[in-house]
């Protein structure tokens, strides 16, 4: 028995000497953030008592506090890299919410489905494409939550099989994260990256175009590969009734070009000069709000009331848990990690950085995952491909299971409450796993090809 306790005792002083982190990850500290982040990503997942999101990542952030994992100066810190993010989604989901109520979204949907005249594999393709629009502009979150019930109401309004629709519906919730690459302001992934990294909002569109529209194309290729026997071939569009009769509101309805104009200007203005782009989304969503709190036609204490707060404060309790995570080991080891990818050759770098980003963001979320690696890359120098290789994985790797996006979560949730259809999680990793490791892979090799 002695012997054996010599052994262990030597066997961890020689782990010690070879690597501090080594000694951080056998310390206590880092067991109890794991635990407490465990324990958090259960309550978030199974939401017991009907618990909301965002209050279980306040527990999980009370208890990283109260146990000495963070302390107010960590709080501090996380504040500083999520605020932009943080108001920069709430003004853009306020204006999507708005333009939701003015019958804007429904309008487009459907429109597409009367250019698709009746042809199924058409109406699939322009679904696809409406769907990557709104995620760039109004975040994958917005696709998600808005889209999604408006596709469903519409193909039901067409008498379609439930079972046709699955396809529709899938397609939808994926576009939503693999077409959120391109601006800055399309994924909250992006905002953090790029306010951490302080990159322009037109710097971060010169690199991130190209990977997009590879990202869009190989989405929609794989996702009509994989569906095709079940896409409808044919629909009566008599029963669309006419797209016009969406529109709720017209003065917001007549204002939402405009207002897309004058957010992607500001935006590139703004970047120019350093102006965090939440100074410019607040702007623009309050005088929307008052538009049309002003046109009499929208209901904007129900938008405020309704909007999804919990994100808000998910966002910011689940990054302090993580903080407490990376500060005691977890990032160290990240950066050891990275530092033996990025000396692989020619594209293998970016690929591999890219799915481990992937691998991360669907074991843990998205959110708290990609502060790690942004802590991650500060670190290692010489690599800033690896900025966009972590915005890519924690874009597209999410769709590899349902808790890797926020926005999954609830799109899940929303359709199991409201539209009554369930994918079960077996299902829809099954299906992730296929269609997004293909996506993410050549959208990599796109940036590498940059």
Known sequence: MLERILVYVNIQSWLYQQSPVILMMLSFRFYVSAAIFAITLF???????????????????????????????????????????????????????????????????????????????????FIIILGSGISAIFANDGTA?????????????????????LPFIMATGFIADSASLPLSVSNLVNIVSTTYFHISFLG??????????????????????????????????????????????????????????VLIILYSVGGIYNVPIAFISVAVAAFVMISARSSGDIDTAKIIREAPWQIVIFSFGMYLVVYGLGLNGLTELMVILLSHIVSLPGPLPYVFSGYFFAFLASSMNNMPSVMLGALSISSIHSANYLIYTNVIGNDIGPKFTPIGS?????????????????????????????????????TLLSLYAI
């Open 43 to 125: 309550l978030v997942i199974k939401r017991p008592k009907n618990i909301g999101i965002g209050y279980s990542a306040l527990i999980g952030a009370a208890a990283s506090y109260a146990l000495g994992m963070i302390n107010f100066s960590s709080v501090i810190a996380v504040w500083d890299i999520v605020w932009n993010a943080t108001f920069t989604f709430i003004a853009i989901i306020l204006i999507s919410l708005a333009l939701d109520e003015a019958g804007v979204f429904k309008y487009a949907a459907l429109k597409i489905a009367r250019m698709a005249g009746g042809h199924g594999n058409l109406l699939f393709l």
């Open 145 to 165: 939550l808005i889209l999604t019930p408006i596709v469903y109401e519409m193909l039901v309004n067409m008498n379609v099989e439930r079972k046709y629709i």
């Open 204 to 261: 971060y569109a010169r690199v991130m175009i190209l990977p997009d529209l590879v990202s869009i194309a190989a989405s929609l290729a794989i996702l009509y590969l994989f569906y095709r026997k079940t896409v409808i071939s044919h629909y009566a569009t008599q029963s669309l009734g006419n797209p016009r009769e969406a529109i709720r509101s017209p003065l917001i309805a007549k204002m939402s070009i405009p207002v897309i104009i």
């Open 406 to 442: 926020l926005a999954t979560l609830l799109w899940l949730h929303t359709l199991d409450r409201k539209n009554e259809i369930k994918i079960g999680y077996g299902y829809y990793m099954k299906v992730g796993f296929i269609i997004a490791l293909p996506v993410l892979t050549v």
